[in-house]
């Protein structure tokens, strides 16, 4: 099937420093979604992207659509304490039978320290 | 509204046992699935809907039996559980606006331990 693959795995950082992770696919998808999980809750929609090119932000959070379609990118600015999570990149092709088919990555474990 | 609802929260089986995950959503929307999360694999598909009365495989749906008589209820059954279905089972729901889909919610999943 297809392989989303998600970078970095971890991030040691300081409060104040920008953030930036990236996932990257063998195959086109037409919609990207970037996700936060917090310990023992469910994951929780951060950006949609539906374009291929499309920048979108939401506070302190911007996502880029790849121009391939094989690649997003998230980016968090002036990270603060509770950054604190595992974010997930997951895309996938709407139509026909595909809806709520999503294929995610491993994660990028996030890690602030004030 | 309570958004996507999973119940139980904890469950501990021996193997050999069965038993149901529940989820019910209560947005209306069309599409449910269910996803298992394992440390450092992100979230598998295993079984989708796009419809009540329609259900498909996903990327690991063997062991996992799944209905969708209502729009707002999309249980998940385990036969004959495993050890190797220790997971995290999570449930989602999302519609679709002309082609697009959206609303994607998680419920907040059912940590389920098979001894």
């Known amino acids: 099937g297809q392989q989303l693959n998600q970078s970095p795995q971890s991030m040691f950082i300081q409060e104040g420093e920008d953030v930036s992770m990236n996932c990257t696919s063998s195959?086109?998808?037409?919609?990207w979604l970037w996700y936060k999980q917090e310990p023992g809750e469910g994951p929780v929609l951060l950006i949609a992207?539906?374009?291929?090119?499309e920048l979108t932000s939401n506070g302190r959070l911007t996502a880029q659509f790849g121009i391939t379609r094989k690649d997003s990118f998230l980016n968090i600015s002036a990270s603060i304490p509770s950054d604190v999570g595992i974010y997930f990149c997951?895309?996938?092709?709407?139509?026909?039978?595909?809806?709520?088919?999503?294929?995610f990555g491993q994660g990028t474990i996030l890690t602030v320290h004030p | 509204n309570a958004g996507v609802t999973q119940t139980p929260k904890f469950q501990v089986l021996k193997t050999g046992q069965s038993m149901t995950l529940q989820c019910a959503q209560d947005?209306?929307?069309?599409?449910m699935s269910w996803y298992r999360q394992d440390p450092g694999m992100g979230l598998r598909l295993i079984h989708y809907?796009?419809?009540?009365?329609?259900?498909d495989q996903g990327e690991v749906p063997n062991g996992y039996n799944v209905s969708r008589s209502t729009t707002e209820d999309f249980p998940l059954r385990l036969l004959s559980a495993a050890p190797s279905q220790t997971s995290v089972y999570f449930c989602?729901?999302?519609?679709?606006?002309?082609?697009?889909?959206?609303?994607?919610?998680f419920g907040s999943g059912t940590r389920l331990t098979v001894v």
């Open positions: 989602a729901s999302s519609y679709s606006i002309r082609g697009s889909d959206y609303g994607y919610t």
């Open positions: 195959s086109i998808f037409n919609t």
């Open positions: 992207l539906y374009k291929a090119g």
């Open positions: 997951a895309g996938y092709n709407a139509g026909g039978t595909s809806y709520g088919k999503l294929t």
């Open positions: 947005m209306n929307h069309e599409y």
């Open positions: 809907s796009v419809g009540a009365g329609i259900t």
